[in-house]
């Protein structure tokens, strides 16, 4: 059984294509996915899903993605989540603020999709 096989991963962003693409690329690399388009109800889904890795973007209503993974973050669930935030935001400052916030990986868009699948199955493999 491959990493995917076996990940729950949460996807939240606004942009209902972006969600859509990312929702699709990932469920047909045999990940489990569950989706939401704020942030609000991307941490009310982890909190009643405990997925292993989450996808955030930051800039979202409700609550943005740096605030989604610092409450994800003060769950203190076990194992911890991998957090991937994906952004335009491109300044070394914003990237610092979301790595801060609780992030493992912080990518700007546009970028590949398998890139992103690498960071995520690199983060869920046993070490």
């Known amino acids: 059984m491959s990493i995917a096989e076996a990940a729950r991963l949460l996807i939240a962003d606004d942009d209902p294509d972006m969600l859509a693409g990312y929702a699709l690329f990932f469920c047909d690399r045999g990940f489990e996915i569950r989706t939401a388009r704020n942030g609000a109800d991307a941490f009310a889904e982890y909190c009643i899903w405990y997925p292993a890795a989450v996808l955030l973007d930051i800039e979202m209503p409700h609550l943005d993605g740096r605030a989604v993974a610092i409450a994800i973050r003060r769950v ?36 590949l999709l398998p890139i992103i699948l690498a960071s995520i199955n690199h983060g869920l493999a046993p070490h």
């Open 76 to 111: 203190q669930a076990t194992p911890a989540p991998l957090l991937v935030a994906v952004s335009g935001l491109s300044l070394p400052f914003e990237r610092a603020e979301s790595m801060r916030a609780g992030f493992d990986h912080y990518f700007v868009k546009p970028v």
